[in-house]
């Protein structure tokens, strides 16, 4: 039933963050840092320290992007030691096609073939970390995928370079026998003024037309769904539905703001219960990474005490999922709605049930004559968010 009321995660609960959250030095368009750099293996032992069961990179969050090979060795290597010292694990790592210049007009949808091939070939070593570090998740946020003006290049000759950028990296994959899925991250804009591939369902339509799709799937990002105003436990839904929910960033967004990536739960609670009621009663069996960051106003103590309250709200939230799911009230109205009596089924499509269907008659008054209570089964739902159910 529900978890001891300390709300300590544990390994089981898969929580995960990047390097590059709990060491956001706090630099914003219009300020500097505020925090001091923190070294990826000292971000390894504060995330042990909070609890955390597993840490995410981007490559340049851990290995510079000039390094020599000797470099990238031994700083991969060290890595490795501190994560397995710390008893983390690395369940998923990206690559950084949007920080360097390089890439301001793009990475695999540049105009440049020199910058779509780089950001090709930065891929492939940034998966050979990956599997150096037992990752078996490999994410692609398109950042810089996108366009300030439409002038600049065809929209469907980007969708045409981000396929074939894609079919190379499953087939590197293949051909190194690394194992790895694709968890395609969308994002409407920012910092592109409109990035390709703007929601989670425009990777679930993009998908299909790749030559290994069963390699790929998608990331979604509670802030990123959000800053469309989409529902984000319906874009998960749709995506766990089709087999494509291959990983997922949680924070939080409030509405019609830059991309705020904030602590889970701390803008929008009921939309994040309804999301940790999803994943749990689907038995989401992945990580749950937090792609966030702490209030520029933080010190490394407010850090820490950003990555435990991520933590302990998803497991506040999935203590009321399992409340909600045995509340007798609420599950008596759900069995009142849900009743299909004897109505006609839809089901697979053949001529005589097709007839059956023409021909019968609706009672339009009797139907409408079933009451709806979501009122009260919505009064409930915050009455229980609130604490007094
Ligand atoms: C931003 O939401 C993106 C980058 O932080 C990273 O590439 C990806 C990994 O979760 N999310
Ligand atoms: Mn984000
Ligand atoms: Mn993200």
């Known amino acids: 039933m529900t978890r001891a009321k300390d709300y300590q995660p544990r390994p089981e609960d898969k929580f995960s963050f990047g390097l590059w959250t709990v060491g956001n030095r706090g630099r914003d368009p219009f300020g500097d840092f505020v925090r001091p750099v923190m070294a990826p293996n000292d971000i390894v032992a504060m995330l042990a320290e909070v609890g955390a069961?597993?840490?995410?990179?981007?490559?340049?969050?851990?290995?510079?992007?000039?390094?020599?090979?000797?470099?990238?060795?031994?700083?991969?290597?060290?890595?490795?030691?501190?994560?397995?010292?710390?008893?983390?694990?690395?369940?998923?790592?990206?690559?950084?096609?949007?920080?360097?210049?390089?890439?301001?007009?793009?990475?695999?949808?540049?105009?440049?073939?020199?910058?779509?091939?780089?950001?090709?070939?930065?891929?492939?070593?940034?998966?050979?970390?990956?599997?150096?570090?037992?990752?078996?998740?490999?994410?692609?946020?398109?950042?810089?995928?996108?366009?300030?003006?439409?002038?600049?290049?065809?929209?469907?000759?980007?969708?045409k370079r981000l396929r074939e950028a894609i079919n190379y990296l499953c087939r590197y994959s293949l051909d190194r026998g690394y194992g790895m899925k694709f968890a395609l991250e969308a994002k409407p804009n920012e910092p592109r003024a409109d990035i390709y591939m703007s929601t989670t369902g425009s990777y679930l339509g993009f998908i299909p037309t790749l030559d290994h799709p069963e390699m790929a799937g998608v990331n979604p990002e509670m802030a990123h769904e959000h800053m469309s105003g989409l529902n984000f436990m319906h874009a998960v839904a749709q995506a766990w539905e089709a087999g494509k929910l291959f990983h997922i960033d949680l924070n939080d967004q409030m509405p019609g703001r830059y991309d705020q990536d904030l602590r889970f739960g701390s803008a929008n609670l009921k939309a994040a219960f309804w999301l940790v009621k999803f994943l749990e009663d689907v038995h989401y069996d992945g990580p749950r990474h937090f792609d966030a960051h702490a209030y520029r106003t933080e010190d490394y103590e407010g850090v820490k005490d950003f990555a435990r309250g991520c933590m302990r709200t998803y497991l506040i939230l999935k203590d009321k999922a399992c409340l909600w799911n045995h509340d007798r009230e609420i599950q008596g109205i759900l069995a009142e709605i849900s009743s299909d009596g004897n109505a006609p089924k839809i089901g697979k499509y053949s001529s005589e049930g097709a007839s059956r269907l023409l021909n019968h008659v609706f009672d339009k008054e009797k139907i409408l004559q079933k009451r709806l209570p979501y009122e009260r089964l919505d009064q409930l739902t915050v009455d229980l968010l609130l604490g007094v159910r």
Not at 86 to 97: A, D, E, F, Q, Y
């Open 53 to 159: 069961w597993g840490v995410n990179l981007h490559d340049n969050d851990l290995v510079p992007i000039d390094a020599s090979a000797a470099e990238r060795d031994s700083i991969v290597r060290s890595f490795k030691k501190a994560c397995e010292a710390n008893g983390l694990v690395v369940p998923m790592v990206t690559v950084s096609l949007f920080f360097h210049p390089i890439f301001r007009d793009g990475a695999f949808t540049a105009n440049d073939p020199e910058v779509r091939a780089y950001a090709v070939q930065k891929t492939m070593r940034a998966m050979d970390i990956g599997a150096e570090l037992g990752a078996k998740i490999f994410v692609l946020w398109g950042g810089r995928e996108g366009v300030e003006t439409d002038a600049c290049r065809p929209a469907e000759e980007a969708v």
